[in-house]
């Protein structure tokens, strides 16, 4: 296994000024033109049969070593985020308003790093490997339409991997867990309806502002009284908006924010109470309420037997590594659309280093990360696909 971690140094340059490339050239979901057509050359110059434009600016790409063995799927996510980048790195975001603030990056110059290690190695290796680079991560549907466009089939994987450079963790950490990892995520939009009228007089009203109010505070009581005390739910209230003017109550509010959950059982519970307190306490209040509600991805549930596997090559390849087998987050992530059809590993790799200040969270303004996880990060895909190949076969 120390020939990938060898062959990840030397190709490491390479690894860093895609990644640098990319980072200076963010493009938003579903807009991934220029870095789609620099993913899809790069797989070409390894004369891979590569395929574009798969839910709009998707890129496959097929390795096929000759020899009878099992399919795996390396599945690496391109999009940036609506961020304005404040880093003040050499290699910032020349896209005002627009920033690899989550690590995709990072993640395409992982996945062209790992097809050029595993397509000179092609002659040793058996069976074939699916190459998906993917748009739209960042909870505009990406990975769903790619299913939907048949990313799965033709030829249908046995196995897929994907991994996440992480800043919540050091440098030299792993998230490898077993079972559910990252939460489902829905979304909700609820609009409470009364009778605006002078706020001096506001027994001539229904006041939703009011009722929006009592209906917020009382979801707290989801998490709190109808979730099972070992079991985990998030119910977040994150924008509230109603009326402009100081003196008038007006005559509709509205609020949104995101639920998060691991089982389908406490899901449907959550929702269920969900929906009953918002319509309950509105009509209580004299409201009237329109929910609306929206899922945007399953939860992330990693194979056992597969992610024990994937276990013992990482402390194989990364001995010096502190490798995490209970690590779960309530943050999404669509790849769940594809491990719902296929078995699969998700693997979060620290990239954080305080030292440095690389240590901002994702999604920040600021966010930046240890180049030299994604060494250790295509190492350890490119060991874990060979080696995965090799037992399934």
Same mark, same amino acid.
């Given at each position: 296994?120390?020939?990938?971690?060898?062959?990840?140094? +030397?190709?490491?340059?390479?690894?860093?000024?895609?990644?640098?490339?990319?980072?200076?050239?963010?493009? &938003?979901?579903?807009?991934?033109?220029?870095?789609?057509?620099?993913?899809?050359?790069?797989? $070409?110059?390894?004369?891979?049969?590569?395929?574009?434009?798969?839910?709009?600016?998707?890129?496959?790409?097929?390795?096929?070593?000759?020899?009878?063995?099992?399919?795996? &799927?390396?599945?690496?996510?391109?999009?940036?985020?609506?961020?304005?980048?404040?880093? /003040?790195?050499?290699?910032?975001?020349?896209?005002?308003?627009?920033?690899?603030?989550?690590?995709?990056?990072?993640?395409?110059?992982?996945?062209?790093?790992?097809?050029?290690?595993?397509?000179?190695?092609?002659?040793?290796?058996? /069976?074939?490997?699916?190459?998906?680079?993917?748009?739209?991560?960042?909870?505009?549907?990406?990975? +769903?339409?790619?299913?939907? +466009?048949?990313?799965? +089939?033709?030829?249908?994987?046995?196995?897929?991997?994907?991994?996440? &450079?992480?800043?919540?963790?050091?440098?030299?950490?792993?998230?490898?867990?077993?079972?559910?990892?990252?939460?489902?995520?829905?979304?909700?939009?609820?609009?409470?309806?009364?009778?605006?009228?002078?706020?001096?007089?506001?027994?001539?009203?229904?006041?939703?502002?009011?009722?929006?109010?009592?209906?917020?505070? %009382?979801?707290?009581?989801?998490?709190?009284?109808?979730?099972?005390?070992?079991?985990?739910?998030?119910?977040?209230?994150?924008?509230?908006?109603?009326?402009?003017?100081?003196?008038?109550?007006?005559?509709? !509010?509205?609020?949104?924010?995101?639920?998060?959950?691991?089982?389908?059982?406490?899901?449907?519970?959550?929702?269920?109470?969900?929906?009953?307190?918002?319509?309950?306490?509105?009509?209580?209040?004299?409201?009237? %309420?329109?929910? $609306?509600? $929206?899922?945007?991805?399953?939860?992330?549930?990693?194979?056992?037997?597969?992610?024990?596997?994937?276990?013992?090559?990482?402390?194989?390849?990364?001995?010096?590594?502190?490798?995490?087998?209970?690590?779960?987050?309530?943050?999404?992530?669509?790849?769940?659309?594809?491990?719902?059809?296929?078995?699969?590993?998700?693997?979060?790799?620290?990239?954080?280093?305080?030292?440095?200040?690389?240590?901002?969270?994702?999604?920040?303004?600021?966010?930046?990360?240890?180049?030299? !996880?994604?060494?250790?990060?295509?190492?350890?895909?490119?060991?874990?696909?060979?080696?995965?190949?090799?037992?399934?076969?």
């Amino acid at each position: 296994m120390d020939q990938f971690i060898n062959q990840a140094s +030397e190709l490491f340059d390479y690894t860093k000024k895609l990644r640098r490339d990319f980072h200076m050239h963010p493009e &938003l979901g579903f807009q991934e033109v220029r870095t789609a057509n620099i993913v899809a050359n790069e797989l $070409k110059e390894l004369d891979l049969d590569v395929s574009i434009g798969i839910a709009k600016t998707g890129v496959t790409a097929i390795l096929n070593s000759g020899n009878p063995g099992p399919i795996a &799927l390396l599945r690496f996510d391109m999009d940036a985020l609506p961020i304005q980048e404040e880093t /003040g790195a050499s290699y910032a975001s020349q896209n005002p308003g627009v920033m690899h603030a989550c690590g995709h990056d990072g993640h395409v110059a992982i996945g062209l790093t790992v097809a050029r290690i595993l397509h000179a190695y092609r002659d040793h290796l058996s /069976g074939v490997i699916k190459f998906v680079f993917q748009p739209a991560e960042e909870g505009l549907g990406g990975a +769903e339409m790619m299913v939907a +466009e048949g990313v799965l +089939e033709n030829p249908r994987p046995d196995f897929c991997l994907a991994m996440h &450079l992480w800043n919540d963790k050091p440098y030299g950490w792993l998230g490898i867990t077993q079972g559910p990892i990252m939460a489902a995520s829905e979304t909700f939009h609820v609009i409470v309806t009364g009778k605006g009228g002078h706020g001096a007089s506001p027994n001539l009203t229904i006041d939703p502002v009011l009722a929006c109010a009592q209906i917020i505070t %009382a979801l707290q009581s989801i998490v709190a009284r109808n979730v099972p005390p070992l079991k985990t739910a998030v119910v977040s209230v994150t924008s509230l908006h109603s009326g402009e003017a100081f003196n008038v109550i007006p005559s509709r !509010a509205e609020f949104k924010g995101t639920i998060r959950t691991f089982e389908p059982e406490v899901r449907n519970r959550v929702l269920n109470r969900f929906n009953e307190i918002v319509s309950g306490v509105a009509n209580a209040m004299g409201c009237n %309420a329109e929910i $609306k509600t $929206k899922s945007i991805t399953p939860a992330v549930t990693n194979d056992v037997p597969i992610t024990k596997r994937i276990r013992e090559i990482a402390e194989n390849l990364l001995p010096d590594y502190d490798i995490d087998a209970n690590t779960t987050t309530m943050g999404s992530e669509d790849m769940a659309y594809l491990m719902q059809e296929i078995p699969g590993c998700y693997i979060f790799v620290g990239s954080a280093n305080t030292e440095k200040g690389l240590d901002a969270p994702h999604h920040n303004p600021k966010f930046n990360f240890d180049e030299r !996880a994604m060494l250790d990060g295509a190492a350890l895909m490119t060991s874990a696909t060979v080696e995965m190949l090799k037992s399934s076969g």
